[in-house]
T-cell receptor, first 116, second 110 residues
Framework: GAGVSQTPSNKVTEKGKYVELRCDPISGHTALYWYRQSLGQGPEFLIYFQGTGAADDSGLPNDRFFAVRPEGSVSTLKIQRTERGDSAVYLC??????????????FGPGTRLTVL | LAKTTQPISMDSYEGQEVNITCSHNNIATNDYITWYQQFPSQGPRFIIQGYKTKVTNEVASLFIPADRKSSTLSLPRVSLSDTAVYYCLVHNTNAGKSTFGDGTTLTVKP
């Protein structure tokens, strides 16, 4: 079956511009996560959704970052007034659940964002 | 969330068994231990997860001592294609947030 997909795969923008990054999770997965990964570092948690609601947004770096998941499936990460420091690979993952016993997160290939 | 510590890098040769140890001294009662593998330009991929003692699947084994303050990922008979970054996570069963460290870069040589 289809895995997690992310679009676009690459995005180049200019400082100060607004960008949207899209994530299509695996069908039926109720939990969705966004991470940011800089070169040579592990993924950094940004936010996770359980259904339509953001259950934990403690990783969002500031109010320029916002994410939505209006119908409990597709999610969009929105970045306003982009800065050069926002350049990174943005990863999306989904899972069947977040609590209880063993579960795994399925990651997409990521969107590479470059802010010039 | 418990902080994890892993070696930055490891080298091995094809056919050898590789053991990567992760320290998580502040692990809580509700925390599970999960390992992911990541290849360049790809998202991480789940390898194995456990709570205590030993867990084995088709690709790896996970050893967790009784105090759970560390864990060891064991990869039997590695091949060149196992060259990747390996991440140890400690995840609370009651929260969705996962904290990745900087991982261990494993290089398998011919």
């Amino acid at each position: 079956g289809a895995g997690v997909s992310q679009t676009p795969s690459n995005k180049v923008t200019e400082k100060g511009k607004y960008v949207e990054l899209r994530c299509d999770p695996i069908s039926g997965h109720t939990a969705l996560y966004w991470y940011r990964q800089s070169l040579g570092q592990g993924p950094e948690f940004l936010i996770y959704f359980q259904g339509t609601g953001a259950a934990d947004d403690s990783g969002l770096p500031n109010d320029r970052f916002f994410a939505v998941r209006p119908e409990g499936s597709v999610s969009t990460l929105k970045i306003q007034r982009t800065e050069r420091g926002d350049s990174a690979v943005y990863l999306c993952a989904s899972s069947l659940r977040t609590s209880g016993s063993i579960y795994e997160q399925f990651f997409g290939p990521g969107t590479r964002l470059t802010v010039l | 969330l418990a902080k994890t510590t892993q070696p930055i890098s490891m080298d091995s040769y094809e056919g050898q068994e590789v053991n990567i140890t992760c320290s998580h001294n502040n692990i809580a009662t509700n925390d599970y231990i999960t390992w992911y593998q990541q290849f360049p330009s790809q998202g991480p991929r789940f390898i194995i997860q456990g709570y205590k003692t030993k867990v084995t699947n088709e690709v790896a084994s996970l050893f967790i001592p009784a105090d759970r303050k560390s864990s060891t990922l064991s990869l039997p008979r590695v091949s060149l294609s196992d060259t990747a970054v390996y991440y140890c996570l400690v995840h609370n069963t009651n929260a969705g947030k996962s904290t990745f460290g900087d991982g261990t870069t494993l290089t398998v040589k011919p």
